[in-house]
């Protein structure tokens, strides 16, 4: 079946270390996305690629990267410069249906990251 | 930029009973989508339901139905004859237009249900 995974489940960093959260889809989806997820703040954007090789930064892009070497793949680089990034992360993908683009994002089952 | 909001933190509903969440946005577009998304205590998101601005209908899945007021910029969920199973976190999201290519979600921060037996 198709899907997006994303691994791992849950994550740990320790101060000063990058950690890499990995996107993986089989959808075949030209857009992926990244969010992140706080207590009573809803889903805020991070990164989103629209194609391979291509992407844009969301309103709180700080303290994080991305890539897109393949359709398939969108992971995301937690850096040290990451102050808080304890949270839910979640990754979507998209793509354009018969009747344009009202299809909904289909989404991974999430990574909690955690500071040690 | 558009914001979504949502003015209910929580809410709760007997069970069989009728509960609606109220969601507002601020746009100056005219074409843009608008969804709904449940996310159960598992924190996988459920797309409930979908509604194009350009129709004048509002959408129904079921027991979940719309009421899109295009020029308040409201898109209330109702949720019919609730169940235990609709106790979630649901979040109100916001596209941009047909003509935007694949562009983000814009979320509100969310109304977490209860469901009362």
């Known amino acids: 079946d198709g899907g997006i995974t994303q691994s791992p489940k849950y994550l740990f960093r320790k101060e000063g270390q990058n950690v890499t959260l990995s996107c993986e889809q089989n959808?075949?989806?030209?857009?992926m996305y990244w969010y992140r997820q706080d207590p009573g703040q809803g889903l805020r954007l991070i990164y989103y690629?629209?194609?391979?090789?291509?992407?844009q930064k969301g309103d709180i892009a700080e303290g994080y990267s991305v890539s897109r070497e393949k359709k398939e793949s969108f992971p995301l680089t937690v850096t040290s410069a990451q102050k808080n990034p304890t949270a839910f992360y979640l990754c979507?993908?998209?793509?354009?249906?018969?009747?344009?683009?009202?299809?909904?994002?289909?989404f991974g089952d999430g990574t909690r990251l955690s500071i040690l | 930029a558009q914001t979504v909001t949502q003015s209910q933190p929580e809410m709760s509903v007997q069970e069989a009973e009728t509960v609606t969440l109220s969601c507002t946005y601020d746009?100056?577009?005219?074409?843009?989508?608008l969804f709904w998304y449940k996310q159960p205590p598992s924190r996988q998101m459920i797309l409930v339901i979908r509604?194009?601005?350009?129709?004048?209908q509002n959408a129904t899945e079921n027991r979940f139905s719309v009421n899109f007021q295009k020029a308040a910029k409201s898109f209330s969920l109702k949720i019919s004859d609730s169940q235990l199973g609709d106790a979630a976190m649901y979040f109100c999201?916001?596209?941009?237009?047909?003509?935007?290519?694949?562009?983000?979600?814009?979320f509100g921060k969310g109304t977490r249900l209860s469901v009362i037996a």
């Open positions: 509604q194009e601005a350009y129709k004048q």
């Open positions: 746009t100056s577009e005219s074409d843009y989508y």
């Open positions: 690629s629209q194609i391979v090789n291509d992407f």
């Open positions: 959808l075949n989806h030209d857009a």
């Open positions: 979507a993908s998209s793509q354009p249906g018969p009747k344009g683009w009202n299809q909904p994002q289909h």
């Open positions: 999201a916001y596209r941009r237009s047909r003509n935007s290519g694949n562009t983000p979600l814009v």
